[in-house]
């Protein structure tokens, strides 16, 4: 970065400027991503017929040349509508919004943590939610208000990890090696439990590999509004604490003198994760790395500001899952592998990465070099 | 610059943040609401004309389906022996199968049961590990039938996204497959005669069974010991327990489950232990040469299971799919295990 | 003088059952620099913890403009004080200037986000600091004092009425911590604001600071301007440390040099340019003390006849006396002699240690005869009952004869170095002929206070 001269007005930030061409370009990326995804799936669609579809859909049927120019069979046109937008739009949305939410929980809890390494599926955050939440299944309580309870359940079920954690994390010890091993023996924890919830209840029918390695096939447009809504208290909840974020990360004796209660916005912020990744893994089941990922892409493209990284984590990790489900949808020719071995595949390589370049006194180099 | 005087604080905005995040959530939480209630309620596409009937399923489902549908869907090898017994073969579109990168129908069904029901150029729909609903759904059929092996998320697909029939057959005991042959039947009224048919043939095969049965008891007849097993390993072999389809089978045809005392439905039973109980019958299930089914073994491997050498009883191969699959032809194999158990037993 | 702006009143801070700070209380003041002096674990750090709010006192009272601070909500109490620790976590790749802005944050409800304009406090505080050319750099990328001064910038953009500032010159070039203490000095008297320091550097404290508070062991054991609180007692007792003061004849401030166990290089001694030297007669280890004592008092001396590697020579080998010597255990040479009777004569006056007489060195105390009555001669008692003469009884009347002849006797080596120094102070021209009257009727002064360097 070329050195500011004296009495420069502000840092002539290459960062600086491009938090807005990145919004710009994260939405035409979204969008792209959008519109193709429409066109993926088992049963090839052709993309003009899809391109035409979301037109449709989307302006309420106003489109001019109605959803399925040139397809002679009506009947046909609609099952593709159907499939379209039914139930691929509503699956690629769901990507956007839970992957938004992970992103946004992940680059949460590495402001809190001061630590890039946290992430919500590696502090075993994601895995409680999950067992919560299949908890309300095998058990079968409440087992028609799946809009409310569901959440609940798993909101309730990610805090026994999130409070442990929070523990671990308080004692000092905040060693990465201390919270990862905290997070590790939580996963394995309740991936026993949960495989036991199934040998007790194999009529339960709840397929492991959903809540173990995750998958969007339970997305419908009320799922999406459920999930994009704890987005929204989430997001609301950060909205203005990235200041107080970056004030954290000189260390809450510091933070304190600036101003901030730093243990009141410890709670807050893990609370906030919490309820992010709860909203989204009680939809998607475990996904894990996205939290870790997005925000580190964020960091290495435009800094280190968490009133920048919050909001673009949260893209970001959308972009990802979304990502990570289209190559679940087509690695495998007519199979839709759990979405939750892209992200891991992904993310365990970036992570091991990140591992390598630590250097001998555990501090993360250069981070955003 | 001047001092900042710390005696006044700083002048308060005039709307309170606090305020804006609220309207904010409120907007967006509404527009997204609405969005999302407009889309959902939007009325269902394919409705399809004609008459309906109402039925409830295995799991309690009450579920509106078309009568006598032209397109079915099956996702179970049991069902598709029912529908195919009841001369419905020509309805099912697709079938549910174990699909991999090589093959989908071998992966699920028997040679026997491809031959059997003439699935060699059948549609198949993978349903692991997610069910392929896109797939169904462009089959436009007018029903599913499934089991509980189907996953409850991939139903609520089915059912919510693409409004589509889904009946759960999940038997439980012998006399339940029986009852789904009868619920079948209400939903393919054209098929009511071969149902009769075929429940009058199972439920007097039962009969006899438990006629027989009883008269050893009273008899004083030797029950022998049977081991049925469909899998192994080095810790022992996996076996059915009490309240299972297979102990129902033994115990119809006869025999005395070594697996009697074991508390789960399907189990491994210790290797010493069966060696210690030495039962006078081995049945052991065979598949076909499928890699992908690793719960069952080919007849060339269970020559390695544990204790084999030592078991001195009479060792048996059966079709495993005739075990495993709660079907008619579950219940049809009866008397033949009765003949293996008593050989020289007088029949029917 | 105005009321203090914050307040310590028998301020308690327990760790655990420890008390880290004891029943303290410290007025902090506008306008005015204070320094926190004292040993490792003396409480420093917690006192500036404490009065930024950081610790909870378990007995007393601090106060922030007669409020209890305690009351104060964070972001008043940000708005009337910064608080620097001595060290803060590595942190993450942030700019030089947005870390600055930090500082901030307490406006941001007037400000907006962190004002880094021209001539705003951001770039005000980085000039302070001499860092304005490093604002985009990242300060992972600083060294040790670059980062310390860019934490500096930020306590400083803060603006606030009060800064607490742990070590605040720590990691600095000497350079750094000279301009560092002087902007912050400046800013207190010329800004009116009340900054207190902790500071290692007891002259760097002497120099700049208004006031210093000591501290030991959690308890203030002095206070007030550094040319009344500095003093080598004060740095025996707290410290455990042997020092000598100086004072600075520029500014008349006091410093501290601190003495090393006689390993090393000896400390710099006031050149004795106008005195006549006093010359010590000893042996045997037994003038060590006169001739550390003139020496130090910047007194010229020389020393003879010693014996080679005597304990007596080799201290005033280390002390650059001029000695004469002889082989030990041999007579006292005719050429020793010479050497002798010719120092004896430069001198102003002589001072006999204790030391044992024996065959070999009797001449040392018979030369002494013939200029006792010229020269003030100073005999250093022996303690009692300890054998010294080892002649038979002439060195005793070599002694007695030499009280007859004007020599003082005096009760142990201090007095005897404060008198010779004294008549050495006292004649600093070319000595007349002194006459008995003259150098000894003149009644010694009281064993008052010893003259400073």
């Given amino acids: 970065m070329a050195a500011a001269g004296p009495g420069a007005p502000t840092v002539p930030g290459p960062r600086r400027r491009s938090a807005g061409v990145a919004a710009v370009a994260g939405g035409a990326i979204v969008l792209a991503l959008v519109v193709g995804s429409a066109a993926i799936g088992p049963v090839a669609i052709p993309s003009g017929t899809v391109l035409a579809i979301l037109a449709h859909e989307a302006t309420g049927g106003a489109w001019p040349g109605g959803a399925c120019p040139g397809v002679g069979s009506s009947s046909q046109c609609a099952i593709w509508v159907e499939i379209v937008w039914d139930a691929r739009v509503p699956a690629l949305l769901l990507a956007l919004v839970a992957g938004g939410a992970l992103g946004l929980s992940g680059a949460t809890l590495q402001g809190v943590f001061r630590n890039p390494l946290a992430d919500p599926y590696l502090l075993g955050l994601s895995s409680g939610a999950a067992l919560g939440a299949s908890a309300l299944y095998t058990f079968g309580w409440f087992a028609a208000s799946r809009a409310v309870v569901l959440p609940a359940a798993a909101f309730l079920g990610g805090l026994v990890p999130g409070t442990i954690v929070v523990l671990a994390a308080r004692s000092g010890r905040r060693s990465p090696e201390t919270l990862l091993l905290t997070g590790v023996a939580l ?7 949960l495989a036991s919830f199934l040998l007790y209840n194999p ?28 987005l929204l208290v989430g997001g609301a909840v950060l909205v203005g604490r990235g200041a107080e974020l970056n004030l ?24 906030a994760a919490t309820l992010l990744t709860a909203g989204a893994v009680a939809f998607t089941g475990v996904v894990g790395f996205v939290g870790l990922v997005a925000p580190h892409i964020v960091r290495r493209t435009l800094g280190v500001d968490y009133r920048r990284v919050l909001p673009f984590a949260a893209l970001t990790g959308g972009i990802f899952l979304l990502v990570a489900w289209d190559i679940a949808q087509v690695v495998v020719p007519d199979v839709v592998i759990p979405v939750g071995i892209p992200t891991a595949f992904a993310g365990a390589l970036f992570f091991l990465y990140l591992l390598q370049r630590r250097d001998r006194s555990g501090a993360l180099r250069g981070d955003a070099t | 610059m001047s001092l900042n005087d710390p005696a006044s604080a700083p002048p308060r905005p005039a709307i309170g943040r606090t305020t804006v995040v609220v309207a904010l959530l409120l907007v967006a939480g509404l527009s997204i609401g609405g969005t999302a209630a407009y889309y959902e309620l939007r009325p269902a596409g394919t409705a399809g004309g004609g008459s309906t009937v109402t039925v409830v399923d295995d799991l309690g489902r009450t579920v509106t389906t078309p009568v006598d549908p032209g397109r079915v869907v099956v996702l179970s090898p049991s069902i598709v022996d029912t529908l195919y017994r009841l001369g419905l073969r020509d309805r099912i579109v697709a079938v549910g199968c174990t699909a991999s990168l090589e093959g989908g129908i071998e992966n699920e069904y ?27 759904a462009n089959l436009t059929p007018g029903l599913v039938l499934a089991s509980t092996l189907t996953s409850q998320v991939a139903v609520g697909q089915l059912t919510d996204t693409y409004h589509l029939p889904v009946v759960l057959l999940a038997p439980t005991t012998l006399e339940g497959i029986v009852g789904d042959v009868r619920l079948v039947s209400e939903i393919f009224p054209s098929a009511a005669s071969a149902s009769t048919a075929l429940e009058a043939t199972l439920e007097s095969t039962l009969a006899t069974a438990a006629g027989e049965d009883a008269n050893l008891s009273t008899g004083g007849g ?15 072999y ?13 115990d119809l045809a006869g025999g005395s489950n070594v ?10 039973m210790n290797a010493t232990a069966v060696l210690d109980d030495q039962p006078a019958f081995v049945l052991y299930g065979t598949s076909w040469n499928d890699p992908y089914l690793v719960a069952f073994e080919t007849p060339d491997v269970w020559p390695t299971a544990p204790y084999w050498a030592q078991l001195t009883g009479t060792k048996i191969p059966i079709d495993v799919t005739e075990v495993t699959e709660p079907s008619p032809s579950m219940i049809l194999e009866l008397p033949h295990l009765e003949n293996l158990l008593h050989p020289a037993s007088p029949s029917g | 003088m105005t009321d203090p702006i914050v307040a310590l009143d028998g301020a308690t801070v327990r760790y655990g059952a420890r008390a880290a700070l004891a029943r303290v209380s410290v007025e902090i003041r506008r306008g005015e620099l204070l320094a926190l002096a004292g040993p490792n674990g003396s409480g420093k750090s917690t006192l500036l913890r404490a009065a930024a709010g950081l610790e909870t006192v378990s007995e007393g009272s601090i106060r922030v403009d007669g409020e209890a601070l305690a009351a104060l909500p964070l972001d008043g109490r940000a708005r009337r004080i910064a608080w620097m620790p001595q060290d803060e976590p590595e942190g993450d790749d942030v700019p030089v200037v947005d870390y600055v802005g930090y500082g901030r944050h307490p406006y941001r409800a007037v400000e907006g986000a962190a004002n880094t304009g021209a001539g705003g406090p951001v770039q005000t505080a980085l000039r302070t600091v001499e860092m304005e050319d490093a604002a985009a750099r990242s300060v992972r990328a600083l060294s040790g004092g670059e980062r310390q001064r860019v934490r500096l910038a930020r306590v400083l953009a803060q603006e606030t009425p009060v800064l607490f500032l742990d070590e605040p010159t720590a990691h600095l070039d000497i350079g750094h911590q000279l301009t560092a203490l002087a902007a912050l000095a400046r800013l207190a008297h010329a800004g009116d604001r009340a900054v207190v320091v902790a500071l290692h550097d007891l002259n760097l404290a002497a120099r700049f600071s208004d006031r210093i508070v000591v501290l030991s062991r959690g308890r203030v054991v002095a206070e007030g301007r550094p040319a009344e609180v500095l003093s080598p007692e004060l740095l025996r007792t707290v410290w455990g440390v042997d020092a000598e003061l100086k004072r600075d004849p520029r500014t008349g401030l006091p410093f501290l040099l601190p003495r090393t166990p006689s390993v090393g290089p000896v400390p710099p001694r006031e050149p004795a340019a106008a005195t006549r030297p006093v010359h010590v007669v000893g042996g045997g280890g037994s003038a060590q003390g006169l001739l550390t004592g003139l020496v130090d008092r910047g007194v010229a001396v020389t ?12 201290v005033a080998e280390e002390l650059h006396v001029p000695t004469v010597v002889e082989l030990p255990f041999a007579p006292i040479s005719e050429e020793s002699r010479t050497n002798l009777r010719r120092l004896l004569g430069a001198s102003v006056a002589i001072v006999v240690a204790p030391f044992p007489v024996g065959p070999s060195n009797l001449a040392n105390l018979t030369e002494l005869l013939p200029v006792a009555s010229e020269r003030p001669v100073i005999l250093v008692d022996h303690p009692p009952g300890a054998g010294w003469d080892f002649v038979d009884g002439r060195a005793e009347a070599t002694w007695r004869e030499l009280v007859d002849r004007g020599a003082r006797v005096v009760p142990d080596a201090a007095t005897a170095v404060s008198l010779s120094a004294e008549l050495a102070r006292g004649e600093p021209t070319s000595p007349s002929a002194p006459s008995r009257g003259k150098t000894l009727s003149a009644p010694p002064p009281p064993n008052g206070p010893v003259e400073g360097a």
Avoid at chain 1, 187 to 193: E, G, R, V
Avoid at chain 2, 259 to 268: D, F, I, K, R, T
């Fill in chain 1, 203 to 230: 009529a339960g029918n709840i397929p492991l590999s959903f809540w173990l390695l995750g998958g969007l096939g339970d997305a419908s447009w009320t799922h999406d509004a459920l999930v994009a809504s704890v």
């Fill in chain 1, 187 to 193: 996963n394995a924890l309740f991936a026993s439990i």
């Fill in chain 2, 238 to 250: 996996y076996t059915y327990g009490p309240g299972s389809f297979g102990a129902s089978l033994i």
């Fill in chain 3, 303 to 314: 020393a003879g006849v010693l014996p080679l590697f005597d304990g007596d020579t080799l």
């Fill in chain 1, 248 to 271: 954290l990360q000189l260390g809450p004796d510091v933070a304190r003198s600036l101003g901030v209660d730093a243990r009141a916005l410890t709670r807050l912020l893990i609370l």
């Fill in chain 2, 222 to 236: 030797a029950t022998p010991g049977v081991l049925l097993s469909y899998y192994f390993d080095a810790g022992g």
């Fill in chain 2, 110 to 136: 028997s040679p026997n049961q491809t031959a059997a029901w003439g699935l060699s150029n059948a549609s198949c729909l993978t349903d692991f590990p997610n069910l392929n609903t896109e797939g169904i």
């Fill in chain 2, 259 to 268: 697996a009697s005392g074991v508390p789960l439905l399907y189990a491994e």
